[in-house]
């Protein structure tokens, strides 16, 4: 299997803190089937993308991990001007291994029309989106229609693996069950971050798809999707993404998981999602700057 949303480059975000943690996320996620890794640390406000740095301990952890995982560098892009500036002056430099495909992460809360803005002008540089983990926003539990418009536009979606059942709530095991019976998942990830908290596991996700749609779904959502934006080819035909075309509005049900809350561990879960914006507020000169408004 192939992980494209992980943090195991140590000392550069919230994930891996230092290089003992890397190696054990690494080895955890050899435990779980996963033979090829992209490393994606936060380009933020609060986590800057250090090239110089990020590059010298990605080439450590290829060096010491060889015969354990393969790896690959992408990033955690966040939707701050700054980022959509120097994405845009350096053609595909934030995307995986340079190749085009890139996985975009959105504000909890707010997701405003100026980002559709944005996203167009990286798709128009030779970008392809990669939304990542929808199910766990709250803006996108209000308002899913935005998951349509996204598929619409030939954006991409990755779930959390663990999303699908009950890692991060009701409502994100809800609209990403949803999600997954119609289609509109083309990756599974694990969006690790340490061995304890948030760890680096997708062979229960890969089982639960498979049981539920599946093998052929399961590889394609972990290994032959993931492999194409890895390499940087083309992406597969996927099945018919069922009510997109007819535009048929997502009705997840979150109390039919409900029930499945009581004896969960909820703090994990709290703290995931608690993660607060990295958007600015006062870069609406730089916003327009960018979407060529002034």
Request: hydrophobic residues 40%; contains cysteine; aromatic residues 8%.
């Amino acid at each position: 299997m192939i992980d494209i949303h992980q943090h195991l480059i140590y000392g550069v975000d919230d994930g891996a803190p230092d290089l003992e943690t890397s190696l054990a996320m690494a080895e955890e996620a050899a435990a779980e089937g996963i033979t090829h890794v992209v490393c994606t640390p936060h380009a933020s406000e609060q986590y800057p993308y250090n090239e110089e740095i990020i590059l010298a301990r990605y080439n450590e952890l290829r060096t010491r991990l060889r015969h354990i995982l393969e790896l690959s560098l992408g990033c955690d892009f966040h939707l701050s001007a700054d980022n959509i500036f120097s994405a845009l002056a350096n053609p595909l430099r934030y995307s995986i291994n340079g190749k085009g495909y890139l996985l975009v992460e959105f504000p909890n809360q707010v997701i405003g029309a100026h980002f559709d803005e944005a996203l167009f002008k990286l798709q128009t540089a030779g970008y392809t989106i990669i939304i990542t983990h929808p199910e766990r926003y709250p803006a996108v539990q209000n308002k899913p229609h935005l998951l349509a418009d996204w598929l619409e536009r030939g954006m991409l979606i990755q779930v959390t693996s663990s999303s699908l059942y009950g890692r991060f709530g009701d409502a994100a095991e809800a609209l990403s069950n949803e999600l997954l019976e119609r289609n509109w998942i083309h990756f599974l990830a694990t969006d690790g971050h340490r061995v304890s908290w948030r760890p680096p596991h997708l062979k229960k996700g890969y089982e639960y798809v498979t049981n539920l749609m599946g093998e052929e779904t399961a590889r394609r959502l972990c290994m032959t999707n993931p492999r194409a934006a890895v390499d940087g080819v083309c992406f597969p035909e996927q099945p018919d993404p069922i009510g997109l075309r007819e535009n048929v509005p997502l009705k997840f049900n979150v109390s039919h998981f409900r029930h499945k809350a009581a004896g969960r561990a909820s703090a994990m879960d709290a703290k995931s999602n608690g993660r607060t914006s990295q958007q600015r507020s006062g870069i609406r000169g730089l916003w327009d700057a960018l979407l060529g408004k002034n």
